[in-house]
């Protein structure tokens, strides 16, 4: 049967078959969710974060469950990049699914180290810069929070990669379309957005945080407001394209992030909900998009009503 | 190498089933069993491995909650849990017919090494909830079984009719001696591990208990296996929320344990427990947390 909707976007070079991307965290490295669904109906992967060297991230606990949401400060635990091509992306060549790997870093020079070791690697379509985890105390959001920073990690990592480049962006400013502009000036392809707020709670019997780095980032359907103002911002102030996320359970959700302008989408926290919810929002979107008989899915993007 | 490299071949892979609830009923003081059907789970369930629950939808409820397998067979789950929130509240309110989202089977559950003879069972509280399948199936491969379970009170003290019936011998302790020993299980196992001479001994309890037992047991030479519970959020190692910190360093308890070898883990300053019930409530692929 030939596809009533073209579901087809395009994000740089990167490819995808539909416009749903797993969200960097929630997903592993794909191979811990591939029992739960076929990973080739995916519009990309996005790996977890991976830095040069093998980082232990947060004590425990690590995650605390708030209204709608949930509070993580894992703190990028990962094996390092090394550890991460010879193991995660072997596996990954074998699947059918373009690879976005995400990109960490304590300095301007350890971003870039880490996109020079992954431009070499054939498997991978892009690269997500990680300048927005609130979850570490060097680099991640302080990159992701000052326009200079930002601007000079995305040049440091443009010059060692003509691999697609997107950078992700931190909701934790005051202007985040000042930030994406930055970006964009140094040749990000693509920015995404939002990583998670940054927040906080407080257990009342002990009188101590839930987290036992005290504060954490906040995902889930609770932000999802805040993170379809900030897309609509962005997608205002850049011509580049920009995946959208916070909070995505739906197809109905992914469509508000469209319509306010993003090309892509990615679920993140959904998944931990329901491992089924990124393919089911892919086939949502199609039959959304059939039922108003809108020819292809790039439509949505943009198509606002104001 | 990981628990998770080790068993992945003979371990059928997880899956999401509607379960749906047959019966739940209060077997303790703040304590429910509840049953499921779910016939898929119920064919793969290996001992010591868990499910991880959709309790309930809506705002209050995003995290799902792990729960070990007390019992499984006849296409149905028993789950023993503790009330300690707001998810096992719901739980213990669950009527007959009420569906669930469950993922499973999930993790790294209990290895009985071979040609092991002896085993001693140890379980704090509700530590005895991921011990039910363990304990018939060692009696099933002609282990003798010693159980060692402590408790608060007499009225705490989880399915010892189930345990009496397949263990050689069981011994209890309370805090308050109205059954057995008065004092921490901790105080009966130093005998019993000089007595019976184990091959293996499996604890499960708050962790300062394991940290105890797992000392006893190194004292002695035996080899222990601990069940631990962390706070989850995927439950099958994606997220990175539950790590259990080893001598190999962070491993996941939901996919490279719950259960670990107790001389791997290095044990962490005592924590609160009323922080992890608060917030994930009735988390429990090893114990849930004790009350008080």
């Known amino acids: ?306 | 190498m990981t628990c998770a490299d080790t068993h992945t071949p003979g371990r059928p892979a997880p899956l999401v089933e509607r379960a749906s609830v047959l019966a739940n009923e209060r077997v303790a003081e703040g304590v429910g069993l509840v049953t499921f059907e779910a016939p898929r789970i119920a064919a793969g369930v290996q001992s010591g491995q868990f499910v991880h629950l959709r309790i309930a939808e809506g705002a209050e409820f995003i995290l799902r909650r792990p729960f070990s397998v007390f019992r499984a067979g006849a296409g149905r789950i028993e789950i023993l849990y503790q009330v300690v929130g707001r998810g096992t509240r719901v739980l213990a309110e669950a009527e007959p017919g009420t569906v669930m989202d469950a993922i499973g089977p999930l993790g790294c559950g209990w290895r009985i090494p071979e040609g092991t003879a002896h085993a001693l069972l140890v379980a704090g509280g509700l530590g005895a909830a991921p011990m039910g399948m363990l304990a018939h199936e060692l009696a099933r491969r002609g282990v003798a079984v010693t159980l060692a379970q402590g408790a608060p009170t007499a009225a705490r003290l989880l399915a010892h009719e189930l345990f009496e019936s397949v263990c050689r011998r069981t011994a209890y302790a309370t805090d308050d001696g109205t059954a057995g020993a008065c004092g921490f299980v901790t105080t009966l196992t130093p005998e019993l591990i000089a007595a019976d001479r184990p091959d293996v001994i499996y604890a499960c309890g708050p962790e300062p208990m394991q940290r105890i037992v797992a000392a006893q047991a190194a004292g002695a030479g035996v080899p222990c296996q601990v069940s631990l519970e962390r706070l989850m959020a995927c439950g099958v190692g994606a997220c990175l929320s539950c790590v259990v910190s080893t001598v190999h360093g962070r491993k996941r308890a939901c996919v490279d344990g719950p259960v670990f070898d107790a001389a791997e883990v290095l044990w962490e300053p005592a924590e609160d427990p009323e922080t992890h019930g608060d917030s994930v409530p009735g988390a429990s692929p090893g114990p849930a947390v004790e009350a008080s």
């Open chain 1, 1 to 306: 049967m030939t596809p009533a909707v073209d579901m087809r976007v395009r994000i740089g070079a990167l490819e995808m078959r539909n416009p749903v991307m797993t969200a960097s965290g929630t997903f592993g490295s794909g191979r811990e969710y591939a029992d739960f669904m076929d990973l080739s109906r995916l519009g990309a992967l996005v790996t977890k974060g991976v830095s040069l060297l093998p980082w232990a991230g947060n004590d425990s606990p690590r995650i605390a469950e708030t209204p709608s949401g949930m509070l993580n400060s894992i703190g990028l635990q990962n094996p390092g990049v090394e550890a991460f091509a010879a193991n995660d992306l072997v596996w990954l060549a074998t699947q059918d699914v373009p690879v976005v790997v995400n990109v960490s870093g304590h300095t301007v020079e350890e971003y870039a180290a880490v996109a020079e070791r992954l431009d070499a690697e054939p498997v991978v379509s892009a690269l997500e810069l990680n300048i927005s985890c609130p979850n570490v105390d060097e680099g991640g959001m302080a990159f992701g929070t000052s326009c200079p920073a930002a601007a000079q990690v995305t040049r440091a990592v443009r010059a060692v990669t003509d691999k697609t480049l997107i950078v992700k962006l931190s909701p934790n400013v005051t202007d985040i379309a000042e930030v994406a502009r930055a970006v964009e000036a140094e040749g990000a392809d693509a920015v995404s957005l939002i990583n998670t707020l940054l927040g906080m709670a407080i257990d009342t019997n002990t009188f101590r945080p839930r987290l036992a780095r005290g504060v954490g980032g906040l995902s889930g359907p609770a932000i999802r407001p805040v993170a379809v103002r900030m897309v609509w911002q962005v997608a205002r102030a850049v011509s580049i394209p920009v995946v959208g996320m916070g909070g995505i359970t739906c197809a109905e959700d992914a469509v508000e992030f469209m319509l306010v302008g993003a090309t892509a989408v990615a679920v993140g926290t959904g998944t931990f909900v329901d491992p089924r919810t990124p393919l089911a929002v892919a086939e949502g979107l199609e039959r959304f998009c059939a039922e108003r008989g809108l020819g292809h899915v790039t439509k949505l993007t943009g198509a606002l009503r104001e």
